[in-house]
Nanobody, 124 residues
Framework: QVQLVESGGGLVQAGGSLRLSCAAS????????MGWFRQAPGKEREFVAA????????SYADSVRGRFTMSRDNARNTVSLQMNSLKPEDTAVYYC????WGAGRGISTEYNYWGQGTQVTVSS
């Protein structure tokens, strides 16, 4: 059983930055694809960024590419999401997710474990 705990959310003005972190425990971290998803009020959960268990590049949603950067540290069992040039439409609850032997794609059903989420609010 993998436990995921997100942190770093908050309120920021448009154009500002936030850094989200996700700490994992209870499993072999390097065996898991890690992803970030978000859900805005009244909308479905959507993919933000992900990296496969085997390394390689990071996948990003078109809406965040060039503004958000995901990184993972297998030695510390953490992933982070650096969010720059934030827009009001980035306002959502952000979730960290882990998928065993996953390809690091934006398909939510490929992720077995989810964190509780952290709120990000961007004011205009």
């Amino acid at each position: 059983q993998v436990q995921l705990v997100e942190s770093g959310g908050g309120l920021v003005q448009a154009g500002g930055s936030l850094r989200l972190s996700c700490a994992a425990s209870g499993g072999t971290f390097s065996n898991y694809a890690m992803g970030w998803f978000r859900q805005a009020p009244g909308k479905e959960r959507e993919f933000v960024a992900a990296r496969s268990w085997s390394g390689g590049g990071t996948s990003y949603a078109d809406s965040v590419r060039g503004r958000f950067t995901m990184s993972r540290d297998n030695a510390r069992n953490t992933v982070s999401l650096q969010m720059n040039s934030l827009k009001p439409e980035d306002t959502a609850v952000y979730y960290c997710a882990a998928g065993a032997w996953g390809a690091g794609r934006g398909i939510s059903t490929e992720y077995n474990y989810w964190g509780q989420g952290t709120q990000v609010t961007v004011s205009s």
